[in-house]
Every structure is written in C-alpha cells, then in structure tokens.
C-alpha cells in the first residue's frame, strides 16, 4: 500500500543525543510517555538506521525476535498504529500518517517532514573535519549533546550507529584540540582532551595534547605524571606501550630545567619585626647558625622569652642579604594540618601574581588542598590517606627543592614545639631529602622541649633525626650582665636618677630578654622595686591593668582571634563583641595605645593567600597571659562572635572555624568538627583528625557511631590500636542497639583488625563471630569479614583455613567497584599468599603474591603497597632468590618510611637485615636490626619480636652469643603477650638455625 501524506504537517523533531525525545513544530506535542513501548521502540528503530527506511521482516526480526511470524506481524500492526498515534494525535481514522509512511513491504521516517538530531550532527561534523575552521569545529562539538540513546545503551541494533557517533565526536575534539593547542589556547585544549579520555582512557592523541599543553606552560612534573597515566592506560588497554611521539614528548620533560617558582620576595614579615631590635651577646651562637657545614635541622632551644625568635630573625636576615631564600612559618594553636608549612609557603606565594600561583597549583596539585590560594586543580582518580600525605610530602620537598636548585634556602619554623607530630615527620623528610638530593635546603626551628612530653611521639622524631646526623640542638641561655644591661639600655632609656632601675631589672630577670625589657619597664615608669622575679605572665599582667578599657578589649579580642589577625577582620570582632562598640576612630585609637604598651605589634599577615596589614602579640606567652586572664562567659562570647567574622571573610577556613565555634559551644561546630576532621585525616595528618574526632564525638549526643568509626580508622592508622579497640567497641554497640546489621559487619572487622594488631586474637575472633556475614551483607564488608578471619586464623596457626577465608574475600572484593575494589582484591591476594607460606606452600604463595602487586598499585595505597611487596620480599627468600628479596625488602621500606609508618618501617628493617645477614653482610645487617629493635621498641608494637630475633641472629653470627640469647628470651616474651604463633615461630626457627643452645623453655 503506498500511504500518502499531508506535505504541510508540523516538522517532526526527533532527538536521539541524551535520550529519545519527539517534538513537533506545530499541533498537539506527542506525550513523553507512549501508550505502548513496542510503538517507541519502533520509531526509534527507523531513526537510527541510516537511510531510517527497513523491510517490515527487518523491524519484526529486531523487535519480536522470539515470536512466530503471525503473531509478529499482529505486533508490529499493532505498534503502527499506537506510532502514527503517538506522533499525531490529531491524525483520523484510517487516515495516512505524515510522518511514518508505509511502502509496500518498507516502512520509513519521511524526510520531508522528519528532522533527526544525530543526522544533522554528523552533517555538521563531516562538513567541519573538511575544513579547518576552529569555529566550525567548536560549532560542531556543541551538537553531540550527549550519548546515543542511552536508554538503549546495550540492545545491538543500537551498537553500530553509537559507535560511528561516538567515532565521529572523538575525531572532531581531537581536531578542535589540536587547533586550540595551535592557537595557545590551551585550557581549552586540555578540556577537550580530558572530554576524550574520560569515554576513551587509552586515546593516545588525546594524551599527547595534554603532555604538550602541559610542557608548553613550563610545567614539567605535571608532563611526567600525565606520560605515565598514559602508559598506564594504554598497557592496560592495548597491551602495548605509547607512541612514538608520546616518548618523544616524555624525554623531552626529562631534559626539561626544574619547574619554575615565583621569585624570592622580601624577607618575611615576622622576620623583618624581629630583626628590628639590635642584637646582644649572642655573636658565638650566631656564627655557629651561620655555619655552612651545620645539619639540615638545627633547633634553637630555651626557655620563653630568651630570644630564639629573635636570633632566628637574625639568621634569617644575614642569610636572605647573601642571597638565601628565607621562608617563615610559626605554631599556632588553631590545630590547622602542618600549619607551618602551609603559613610559610603561603608568604612565599603571596607575592606572586595569579599566573605565577596558578603554575605551581597545576605543577604541584597536593599543594591545593594546603594551600586554597594555589586554586582548585583536577586531580585524577581518588587517593586514600596514606597517599595524601605522601604525596604532599613530596610535593613540599619538591617545591622547596626547586627553590634551593636556583638559590639557597632557609626555612623558618617559629614555636616548632605548637606543631602537630605529621609536621614533626614533614621536618624528617625534608632534611632527608635535602640530603639524598645534596640540596642546598636548611631548616632552623625555635623549639621549647618543655612544651613537649617525654612519651610524645614528636620527641621520638627529632631523636631519631639527631641519631642520624640530621639534627643538632643549639641551647640559648639568658644573657650575660654585659649583654643584658646595653639591650635594656637601648630599648629602655632611663630617665635621671632612675639608672638603678635597670641594673635591678638584670638582676630580677637572670637575663632573660624579654622578662628584662618587661621589668625595665615597669620600674622606670614607676613600679615597686620589689616586684617578684615570676616572669613575663606577671609583667604582663601589670601592663594589662594599665590599659584603658578600649585598647584592653581590643587586646582581649586578639588574644581570642589567635597569636596574629589581619586588622580589618579583628576590628570586626571589636565592632561586634562589645557594649558599647568598640569601633572607628575608636577602634584605632584603642590599637595604637595597645602597641604603645609593648603588648602587641604591627606585622603582615597572610589571609587566604594573600598579604594584609595585620596585629600580632609581641610574644606567644603574652597572648596566653591576656587569654587566661578572661572569664569562661566572656571566651565563649568572643569565639562566638570572632566564628561570625570569620564565616562572613573566610567560609572555607574549616579549622578556624571549628576552633572557634567549639569553644563557643556553638551547635554548628559538629558540622564543622566533622569538616576539619575529614580534611586532617585525608592529608594524613592524623593528630589533628585525632582532636577533632574527639571534639565531634564529644558534641554528639546521638549518633555519634560513624564519627566513632572514622575516628578508629585514624587512630589505627597511628598505631594507637588499643585506642583505636575502644573507640571501635562503642560504635560497633551503637549500630546494634539500633539494628543496623550491614554496617556492622564492616565495623566488625575493621574492630577485628584493631585486636589484632593489640594482640588480641580472641577477642578478634569473638568480634568476627558476633557480626557475621550473610546474604545481605555488601560485598565489600564481606570482603573485610573474611580477611580479618584469615588474619585472625593466620595468627592462630591454622593456615590452611586462613586460605580459605581469603579466597571467600578474593570472590566478594571482585564485586566491589573503584578503587576500593583493587584495595579489597590486593589485601586478598596478600593474605591468601601470606598463609600459603606459612602453609609450607611455596609455590602457590608465590603465585599468590604475584597476583596481588598489580591491584596494590592500582589502589595506590603506599601502606597496602609496602605490605605486599613485604610478602613478595619473603617469597623471594623462601624460593632461594635473595637479590630479588633484597630489591622488594627495600622498595617496601622505602614506601613505608615515606609514609611514617614507623611500625612498619622497623619490620622490614628487621627482615632486611637477616637477608643482608644470609649475604654476609654483617655491618649493614646490624644497622638494619639495631634500627629495627629502637623503633619497635619506642613503639612497643607488634613487629618488636620480629626486631628483636634479627638482632639475636646479628650477635650469634658476630660470637655475642648471651647478648643473643638474652635478646631471644625477651622475642619469645614479647610473642607470647602479644599471643602471636607465627612470632613464636619466627622465634623458634632463629633458636634452631643459629644452635644457641639456648633450651626452648627458656
């Protein structure tokens, strides 16, 4: 039958791009639903196929592919009819349709009066590839709006329309990229390749424009991490390596000088302030600062106020007008992440414009998130903790050795002690850095060893880098009689017949500088001659009462605020904290008198990035006193109102803000707690995500579980793991009391791993019993259900159901998407390959450890790395192939020490050292296990058995046979209380091998 149709119907617009879509020009509109799906599926079926014209037994072979000829045919008339209806409501009985028009056998969309979006795209298209004009180009990439009727995504007529379109759409972007990259354009040019990559990840061409886009604007590291996400992604894909033009372009950045850095700026404010005062008896300790044969890291120690500040500054000052590069950071008690380097380096960068700023964000992205005032940049994939903190380690240490390859560079750490432990670690690395790289990198830090606990893993940092020549402490006494009297005199002149008075302020202040300035003032304006010798708290006490009230709120304010705030933000706090207002000419009457008093002074503050003029104490302990002097009333209303200033200026300062409102008891401070919390432990800074947990949970009055499991995670991560038990136990009653089953087997297990690592495999094993999986369980806490099973069997020595658990992990971690997925998989492969070995199953473990390297390094975790390249370290051993077991021992300690994962570090020290041992090679043997046994037992962890017998096997081999069997005895203790068998077997093995004769009971 030959339907004719009405030539001046409505245009019929058919959209395929981002879902099927029907519009018409004019006339009712067809509904967004269709009575019948077969009907859709029909149309649909003509407007991908090209020429849209196809034999009736091609429509029912496509849709009613099951159905026997008659009754396909009944469908098809019936999916006709419902069509013709769908497109024309108006459309009469019987009545020919204008748009699906019949011919004989053939069925087809009429062209007249049918547009369809994806043909006119590719018109577009092919007429845009034909010439050269970005115009036409871009104009054309803007019409493939999205994928090919994704509803249909996976039905095969489909498949190869899509993937012409798909084709078609990558040949234009690389043509419009390249253009733009032609043209200097390249941000644009970068997007439309990240545009490519993210449909097809192996493009080579669209991985060549973003290493040259990213070579043309300088930044060399950026090339080099971008050649190997291409390599990674075409081996993985293709199975074979990248072009020639790509090596080409990564040679090329290999050649490349460093990436560039903005130029040094002035000295840095602080420095400058301190500098201003002249400097007295201290010439024998200046030169031995200023001596270029010093370690890396000289800390400057005393009591407060004895002057490390100001001879920092003084060092600072020589060094920076011979050309050193000064940075400057200092504590702070706002618990910020590594908050010295980040107020250092922000000064470095304030001064930059916002091109120069931009560079180094895209050269350095871990900085980002340290730094906000470097820009948001793209990062691919998701990094987990550990990694986070890795990577910024190294960034920072690449970025100041950029500096230090164009000059010498002296960083500055003010108040080193009011830092966190990670920026302690931060220290460790830079020094060591700057030594393996012979960068020209010093690090001076003012630091009050009172200020920190004996237990304090901070003191174990610095003696540790003071063990290895990193580090050296350079004491700062009071001045003498001499020095002391010419400083007061030339800061203090006394008025006739007052003289005495600062002799008596020598004497009152055993020559401390700044008790002397303070007592010298307060005796020549008149005080009592019998003030006591109590300090700078009492000085500045007195100072305090002198005050009038506007210049003593105005002090009050700032010492609310922190050590320093830019003006204009403090002066807010004055407006709004006080009745009345302290505010106008007011306000800045109040400030001058407040710097007149010796209280405070003006300095430069940086404030998101950027330079401002801003007010500071004249010493951290004068804030102190100010602080402590308040009620609890009146410091709740200030953070209140300083958390209100801040929240207007600076919404994304999350630490700020969550200091301020916790001590404002302040309902929004658990959201901001939680904020905090989260960026600190996803940077690795785990003190600071330790404080802030703690705070959150303390604020939670219900539902505080999963702030209890995050804070678990963390405090594992520490290695605090019997802390770490607890905070887990609690979490894991609150999910049952309130029948959350799922969840809890995930906690359940992380819990489980936590006991394990405290020497409690029972109660591990009770854990895992109590929570079991089953049918509804996710597969990635069954995954974490079934390895902490094969751990806690591998600790009991049952190894051949630890293989059993992790095979059962291994299955449900494949159903686990992303990253977390090649984790769950690793950890799997490790374990099962972990019990296999001990099974006396060498080759299945080899086997086993083979396959779980490639998933650790897709997971890019440092810490799961570092661990199964361990078990392939022992592999190794055990197969009788010791440079292979030396080369993985040593890739995993290296992992491990960059990540400050200290437990782990002094493991493959110790099994490091019976590999160097099985080499004869005594001297770096004992190294390695003397290392091994200061750390595991400064830590008093896990691994300290294991320290303690490759130590014992370094004295027998040397004939210290009773230091070796002392050391054994003492392994063997150590195994027990921590209820470990394959520690107690290590320990066996090492009495039998090295025939102590040593009876095993003893």
Known sequence: MDDRHDSRAPLLRLYLLDGFRAVRDGGPTPPERWSRPSARAVVKLLAVTPGHRLHREQVMDTCWPEADPQAAQGSLRVALHAARRALEPELAPRAASSYLVAD???????????????????????????????????????????????????????????????????RLRRRLAAVRLAEGATRDAVALAEQILSDSPADETAHRILIEAALRQGLRRRAITLYHRCRRAVESELGVRPGPEIERLHAAA??????????????????????????????????????????????????????????????????????TAVLWGAGSDTGAPYGMLAEALDRWFAGASADERADVGAEYPELAALLPSLGQVREEGEHTPEEERDRLFRAGALVLGALAARQPVLLVLDDLHAADADTFRLVGHLARHAVDRGADLRLLATYRAEEVPDDDPRRGVLASLTRQGLCRDEPLDGLDREACLAMVRAAVPAPAGRSDSLRHAWELSRGNPLFALELAHDLVDGAPRDVAPGGVRQAVAVRLTRLDPDARRV????????????????????????????????ATNAVERAIAASLVEERSVVVAGRDEPGLAFRHPVVRTTCYEQLSAVRRRQLHAVVAETVLRRRPDAVDALASHLTRADDPRAADFLRRAAERAAAVYANDAADRYYRDLVDRLDVDAARARVAHGQVL?????????????????GELDRRGERVEGVLVAARLAESLLRAGEPESAAEALRAHPASAGTTPEATASHDLAWAGVLRTRGRYDEGCAAARRALVAAREVPGTAGHGLVARAHATLASNLGLAGRLEDARAAGDRALAPAEAYGDPNLLGAVLSMLRENARRGDRPADAVAYGERALDLVLRSGDQTSAAFERANLAELFLLRDDVERARTLAEAAVSAAEWENTWCLPYALAALAQVRARTGERDDAAVLLARAETSAAAADDDQARQVVHVARAELRLGVPESG
Do not use: N
């Open 104 to 170: 004989g056998s053939m069925l087809a969309l009429d062209p007249g009066t049918v547009w369809i979006d994806v043909d006119h795209a590719e018109e577009a298209a092919r007429a845009a590839l034909a010439g050269d004009g970005a115009a036409e180009l871009d104009a054309a990439c803007a019409l493939f709006t999205g994928p090919l009727l994704p509803e249909d995504r996976y039905e095969p007529w489909t498949e190869t329309r899509r993937t012409g379109v798909e084709t078609l759409r990558d």
């Open 716 to 732: 594992h991560r520490m290695g605090r793991y019997a802390e770490a038990v607890a905070t887990l136990q609690v979490a894991l």
């Open 555 to 586: 002090v009050e304010a700032l010492s609310v605020v922190g050590g320093e705030a830019a003006t204009a933000e403090l002066l807010d706090v004055a407006r709004e904290a006080f009745d009345p207002p302290v505010a106008g000419a007011a």
């Open 254 to 323: 290999l050649a490349e000088a460093p990436a560039r850095v903005p130029a040094a700026p002035d000295l840095p404010a602080p420095a400058r302030a301190a500098a201003a005062a002249p400097l007295h008896g201290r010439d024998d300790v200046l030169a031995r600062l200023l001596d270029p044969g010093a370690p890396p890291v000289v800390l400057l120690t005393g009591e407060a106020g004895v002057g490390k500040t100001r001879l920092a500054a003084e060092v600072a000052a020589r060094m920076s007008s011979s050309g």
